[in-house]
């Protein structure tokens, strides 16, 4: 009797930026040419792999939740193995093998080409390792398996690390130094994505703004490659993150409004409003830089939203550098805000050289008066939106009724409407009836 073998099981979770969600599906395609097939059930799977992020503490501590429950399952099942790859793998290394026994390898970001390899160490029975960073890998030959379960979206990374050396931020020392991808693979992967029918891609990398690729007498900056991809499906959506505010040419803004398939939003991380605090962060720019950024944006297009990341009570924070936050979200009218406080990171500048002085109940407060004065300016925004007619991509059922769908629009504000007629997939008219700050609701008027 011939014995069938049967196909290995992966379970992945990922945890942090949309950086991550691209070299998940990366990983997940090496281990598919390793005959592993992915399982959203891990009581099934041969292999787990928790893809981790270190920009906050909080974003660790989940993952060491993670691993309490693997650990568990890895006593029913000892056959199972764990890896704990990405940044918190690079940024602890050994030391994730040695506090947490359930743990068999541990791979950094540059390191994904070794996995296969590494699981014959791991399944020899030994510990395997590699945290080795790049100044050369891209994945730029490898093509991701995508996990957006309706085939609509897809990120594309375009370059991989960072050279900014923010002073409160791990990045470079998890991701390591910057490098552009050869625009060639990038085209094929857009052209590939538009014949297989996805509708939206979305250019990513720390900061896109500071793409560039050189090749010979060749070379490529950010706003030739936005160029390029908007021409190759009028029909294909495609949106950029995260832009670098020190970075953000006019360049950039002039070939977004040149093209209506290159999405009118922006998300541009300020952090601070305090050119003093601005420069204790090592950011590169002014608050009246950044402001003029704004201003660009709004000049070039009108219509655009602006998105953006606001840190509350960094070191050496006064009243006055609040203050200066609050004015200056007020003027950007940002329709969207990631905010956080400060947490300091281990091997960061800041870590090192600085004071974590204003104390958690100030950094508490900051915080809660941010997201006030946010949550007052996003409805703000979406109020103003009601009346207005936005060209919707169909994403799928909204969570709270099977009778209506949800979708964003060229701003990446959410949708909510009556399905009628829609598909996931198409593109409607919807005119906006009602706004929450969060949300817009409206009718299909196509």
Known sequence: MTSVTREKKLY???????????????????????????TGDMDQADLILVNTCSIRENAEQRVW????????????????????????AERLKEKLLDREKSVDLVLGPDAYRALPKLMETVESGQKGINTILSKEETYGDIAPVRMDRNNLSAFISIMRGCNNMCSYCIVPFVRGRERSRDPETIYSEVNDLSRRGFREVTLIGQNVDSYKWKNGGNSMHFAGLLDQVAEIDPGMRVRFATSHPKDLSDEVLKTMARYPNICRHVHLPVQSGSSRILKAMNRGYTREWYLNRIDAIRHHLPDAEITTDIMAGFCSETEEDHQETLSLMEYASYDFAYMFKYSERPGTRAARKMEDDVPESTKKRRLNEIISLQNRISDTVKQKAIGKTFRVLVEGLSKKSNEEFTGRNSQNQVVVFPKKDAKPGQYVDVKIHSATPATLRGKIIN
């Open 12 to 38: 992945i979770e990922t945890y942090g930026c949309q950086m991550n969600v691209a070299d998940s599906e990366v990983v997940t395609s090496i281990m598919n040419q390793e005959g592993y097939e992915v």
């Open 65 to 88: 939740g993670r691993l309490d429950v693997f650990r568990q399952l890895k006593d029913k099942n000892p056959e199972i193995k764990v890896g704990v790859i990405g940044c918190m």
